[in-house]
């Protein structure tokens, strides 16, 4: 059996008395597709935060394949540079074109030869339909355009899991489809993605697994279709009621 790519074991993230994250514990396996799911303030993004090294925990050890990725502090830049990860606030860097944002970190952290990294990056760009932008600046670009710059920024670091923070939650309605679709083709060609997101719909077609998280810990995970059919908490029953409510009243 192929073993997990990320393991976390009993994580505890703490903000001074306040626990965000307690004694959690979640695997991902190679080519595998997590959403988590959950109310704002859970813990979902500070999860993301955790695995990336952008969080320290108190507790608990984060594992990448089979390496304790977690309390590194000297070699933390060799390990982010395996987790690709998107957040909803692009943060590409105003001052450089959208190519000078995609090679910076392959050339500046990887060392690997610019002209191989500019020839990759074209090629990115023109699978997410953004080869003609490469001289713009983020300046010059929808916010849908910005994001699908920042994933081919993630993408070309050659990561080997990739994180996704909410990745469409600043973006206009017609804007989301465009990132979306880029999200599911990664999918198809078997990335393996922990995705955070309120997308109820998008969840339930990328996932392999949905895990549901609330007030810190994972209070259900199942596959999509028995998630969304047949949850097995109140918990999880009472949040899907909710989006079910909203939908229905945004069709009247």
């Known amino acids: 059996m192929e073993k997990p790519i990320l393991q976390m074991s009993e994580v505890t993230k703490k903000y001074g008395d306040h626990t965000v994250l307690s004694q959690l514990s979640l695997s991902v396996n190679p080519g595998e597709v997590v959403v988590v799911l959950g ?3 859970c813990g979902k993004s500070t999860l993301l935060r955790c695995i990336n090294g952008l969080e320290d925990i108190q507790a608990g050890k984060i594992l990448l394949e089979g390496e304790q990725i ?3 502090k000297g070699d933390l830049s060799r390990v982010r540079q395996k987790i690709g990860m998107v957040f909803q606030s692009y943060e590409l860097f105003p001052h450089m074109n959208v190519l000078q944002n995609i090679i910076l970190g392959p050339v500046k952290a990887q060392k690997r030869p610019k002209r191989e990294v500019v020839e ?3 090629q990115l760009l023109e699978r997410v339909g953004l080869l003609h932008k490469k001289d713009a600046y983020p300046g010059e670009l929808s916010g849908g355009q910005k994001q ?6 993630a993408l070309c670091m050659q990561p080997k899991i990739l994180l ?3 990745v469409t939650a600043a973006l206009d309605p017609e804007m989301v489809r465009e990132v979306l ?3 599911l083709s990664l999918a198809k060609e078997g990335s393996t993605m922990v995705i955070v997101t309120h997308e109820m719909q998008f969840a339930r077609a990328i996932a392999h697994r949905i895990v549901f998280m609330d007030e810190g810990q994972i209070i259900e995970e199942n596959d999509p279709e028995s998630f969304f059919t047949c949850p097995k908490t109140e918990r999880v029953k009472q949040f899907l009621n909710l989006f079910t409510f909203e939908s229905e009243g945004d069709g009247k």
Not at 148 to 153: E, L, S, Y
């Open 148 to 153: 699908r710059v920042a994933i081919v920024r």
């Open 39 to 41: 109310p704002s303030g």
């Open 164 to 166: 996704f923070d909410e």
């Open 181 to 183: 679709d880029v999200m």
């Open 70 to 72: 977690s309390h590194q």
């Open 120 to 122: 990759e990056a074209l």
